[in-house]
């Protein structure tokens, strides 16, 4: 048995007692009836929901799959034969504000393209439901903090769908990170892509929230940050390009690549894109270096480290399992959430600087 299997379990890594960054904002209060299973409904019937949020909401043990909005009428047709969800549950965008009248649903969960985020949650929380929104949290720092103070002002609970903070073995290589059981961090090389043959969906389109900044970025982003459980003080520097220009039109980025400074002079860079399958986290520490390949897959997560092997199998939608379950039992229990909406704005916060020292050339300060 590795080192980390000796002093932690599988079940105490999978469900919460691994590493944790976050500050959650606050912890809300209720006055709603106590319930020990929440229903969700999922807003936006895509393939994240279909193939993976459903399947998984059939897993999940504190949460249930209890309606939908959609503008799609098939749509609607197909979910509520195949999920035996009741007419009264399924909305489309010009009823979805009723859904404050409805006691089944306890969670609206955004699975709308990034420029959808901001209208739809600050709509969810003033229906007074809790909110869980899927990343990119937004297009900006600005409209992720409007997002965050209409929840607060609601005073509802906003998580957002960062499935592997929830998984095992993210969750072991944060504790050697953070216990420094190999030294300190002195650097790390991240990078996150596939290739993306679709032409005309959302993630090419700068408007909807495009471009694999916002989408595989973020994973490369959060590699960083978790791997070197600091947050960076600047992007020294940044290259944004295509080389499928009649698809990423008018500077839109397919390949991005930057150099993240982080406090101690310690340098994270980071690599994400459209073009090409890639998926690793490699982080240096005085005492050796800690591998993870994949780091942010569905499944088949692993790595190794001087301290053993770090594997923890599970099988797809086992993340979104523990995520939904967690944020739900976080929100039984009247608790701050693992991932707030305050992580999100954080790695957004990085998007934009990556992308304006991109622009400019020059290293800009976070």
């Not at 939908?68 to 609607?76: D, E, F, L, Q």
Request: net charge neutral.
């Amino acid at each position: 048995m590795n080192p980390i299997s000796r002093r932690t379990t599988l079940k105490s890594l999978a469900l919460g007692a691994g590493v944790s960054l976050i500050s959650p904002f606050n912890v809300f209060s209720s006055t709603r009836p106590k319930k020990d299973n929440l229903g969700v409904a999922l807003v936006g019937l895509g393939y994240y929901s279909t193939d993976l949020l459903a399947p998984a909401l059939q897993k999940t043990q504190k949460c249930h799959l209890a309606g939908i909005v959609t503008g799609t009428p098939s749509k609607a047709a197909i979910w509520k034969e195949k999920h035996k969800i009741p007419d009264k549950n399924i909305y489309n965008y010009e009823t979805f504000d009723t859904i404050a009248d409805n006691p089944d649903i306890d969670v609206i969960y955004i699975v709308l393209p990034p420029s959808m985020h901001k209208e739809y949650v600050i709509r969810a929380a003033k229906a007074g439901k809790h909110v869980w929104c899927e990343k990119p949290m937004a297009m900006t720092v600005e409209e992720c903090q409007a997002m965050i103070d209409a929840c607060k002002q609601a005073n509802v609970s906003l998580s957002i769908g960062y499935r592997c903070q929830h998984e095992p073995n993210t969750q072991a290589f944060q504790k050697i990170v953070k216990e420094q059981s190999l030294g300190k961090v002195l650097g790390l090389d991240c990078a996150a892509g596939y290739r993306e043959n679709r032409t005309d969906h959302w993630k090419q389109k700068r408007e909807m929230g495009g471009g694999v900044i916002y989408d595989m970025g973020v994973y490369a982003i959060q590699g960083a940050r978790l791997g070197s459980n600091m947050e960076p003080i600047a992007v020294n520097s940044a290259k944004v390009w295509t080389e499928r220009p009649e698809i990423y039109k008018d500077g839109l980025g397919e390949i991005v690549e930057a150099e993240l400074e982080f406090p101690g002079g310690v340098i994270g860079t980071i690599k994400t894109s459209f073009g090409g399958n890639m998926n690793f986290l490699n982080i240096k520490c005085e005492k050796g270096m800690i591998e993870m390949e994949p780091f942010s897959a569905y499944a088949g997560n692993k790595g190794k480290s001087p301290l053993g092997e770090i594997n923890f199998p599970f099988q797809q939608p086992m993340e979104q399992v523990w995520q939904m379950d967690n944020d739900a039992q976080t929100i039984m229990d009247g608790k701050p959430q693992a991932v707030p909406g305050e992580e999100g704005l954080r790695d957004i916060r990085i998007v934009q600087a990556i992308l304006e020292s991109a622009e400019k050339g020059k290293k800009v300060m976070i």
